[in-house]
């Protein structure tokens, strides 16, 4: 095939690129964006590895979809608004029919969240997905992993460890029923990122990342930038009837303990602040350091890139 | 060795990410810029693969100056003010030589061109660096492709072929005389992005663009998005004298007419305005369509990148 990268871009994506804060989209040297009056840009940039962080044989159509949602994810965890994005494709030979349905789950991904496609880069080798979000944030107001206060609550968006129940599963490490499978491998291959979550937070949340290392690590993250301790109730986290299903409790509680790629919130709220709509209270905020479960737990916390 | 991903990145990278623009560096779920009223926000993202845009024996620093210039070059043809950058590294595995190296590239790029590095990920995988730059624009000013008009005269900057005459050293296809290759290996492994020019021109050129791919298809690409023809005189255009010193009329003319990797500046400025400094007048536009150079060329134009 002999089709040329710009053919290529063109081809797929060029059809993605328009949006309110978008000047100059896909085929000039940069992508121009128009923040509003006192607006910031936040930024923030994923990548994903064929083998690493999705199996090889994964539809690309899911590859597409799931590579935006992870990166949209942080515009989230930030409560920020998405204006744009840019994709830097690396894959092994300009396959049309590969192509094609990636773009399809891009272009889902982009309806999805209102996020436009302004800009990428398409290079030969092992394939490997860059996308960076680009979104607004008011002048003055962001979350932050560091306004962690003792007394404050500790929430969830969602259910936990679906995802790395849906991974278990891929590995033959346990059987659910047909209909469990199938929901918990479209949370694996669709997460979906909490944008508007983040947004109805903002200003109100003492502070936010999302879970994609584990609710161990992240929620270790919020600790250790607020120099505080959360203290969570196992028994209190948010667990879908599929994963429910799994009758192993150790499997259960290392998945939504350590499981990462669910893509869910966790924040902290003012004491008095009652759950937002799907999410659900797991603990409390206290003085102290690290994250206590009064577990004794015998898997790692969260997951190691290298 | 087990340094997690988070110890990599705050060990190499964290210093180097304070800047006038910088709300929020690396360290939150995303980086916060702030644009001054009246500012737009440009934007790029390139990716370079070892293997196929750098030698596997490239020294680590070389690759991060480098992956780091080619993506500012962007900016450049943009005529935007940079603002800071994120890198999204691949590499097989976390070597603390490598690291260290490449950081030491990268913080010279960020010293160079005061672009602060505001946030990044690493992942295991083929060795890949993702660039993505940002920039300011003022609100209604931009080099875009497509201005260049009947009547203009093309200039570019520095010299070209430098870099095509470097890999072709590398290659065994000729041997310059070792002053001579030092030079020309510099430009290959330490390119500068000419963002100072592009923000000199900005508000008089009428059409920008950076040499990525060789003059020919870049200069192509203002023709297209312009309507218009540029007509190159071979005989105009400015050669070093590393590249000078090779006899072969027809591989010097090769490497500056379909050379890649040189990242210099190829714009059309009104029939009437000299040449700013360092750069030299190689053609006018004229009604039509394409490049032309009175040439009947033997070569490919431009690099092909699948």
């Known amino acids: 095939m002999a089709a040329s990268e710009f053919t290529l871009i063109y081809r797929y994506f060029s059809a993605l690129g328009s949006g309110e804060a978008v000047d100059l989209s896909v085929g000039d040297d940069c992508a121009i964006l128009r923040l509003q009056k006192d607006e910031r840009l936040a930024t923030s940039v994923d990548t994903v ?14 590859i597409g979809y799931r590579a935006v949602s992870v990166a949209v994810s942080d515009l989230a965890a930030m409560g920020a608004r998405p204006l744009g994005m840019t994709i830097a494709l690396t894959l092994p030979k300009a396959d049309e029919f590969w192509l094609n349905a990636f773009s399809q789950g891009v272009a889902q991904a982009v309806s999805k969240y209102g996020l436009p496609l302004i800009g990428g880069d398409t290079t030969r080798g092992a394939l490997t997905i860059t996308v960076q979000v680009l979104g607004a944030l008011p002048l003055e107001r962001a979350l932050l992993r560091s306004g962690a206060r003792p007394g404050d609550a500790v929430f969830v968006s969602g259910t936990l460890g679906d995802a790395a129940g849906a991974l278990a599963f891929l590995n033959g490490q346990w059987q659910p029923a047909p209909v469990h499978a199938e929901f918990l491998l479209q949370r694996f291959n669709r997460p979906d990122a ?25 929620a270790g993250h919020i600790a250790a930038a607020s120099g505080v301790q959360l203290r969570i109730e196992p028994e209190a986290l948010p667990l879908s009837p599929a994963l429910s299903s799994c009758l192993d409790n150790n499997s259960r509680l290392r998945w939504a303990l350590s499981g990462g790629d669910d893509y869910e919130l966790c924040f902290t709220l003012p004491a008095d602040c009652a759950a937002p709509d799907g999410c659900t209270r797991i603990g409390d905020v206290t003085e102290g350091e690290g994250v206590y479960t009064g577990l004794d737990l015998d898997f790692e916390a969260g997951y190691q890139h290298f």
Chains 1, 2 share one sequence.
């Open 194 to 218: 909490r944008v508007a979550l983040g947004q109805e937070i903002l200003g109100v949340a003492t502070s936010a990342i999302d879970i994609s290392d584990g609710l161990l690590a992240d």
């Open 49 to 62: 590895v064929e083998g690493v962080h999705f199996p090889e044989d994964m539809f690309p159509e899911d």
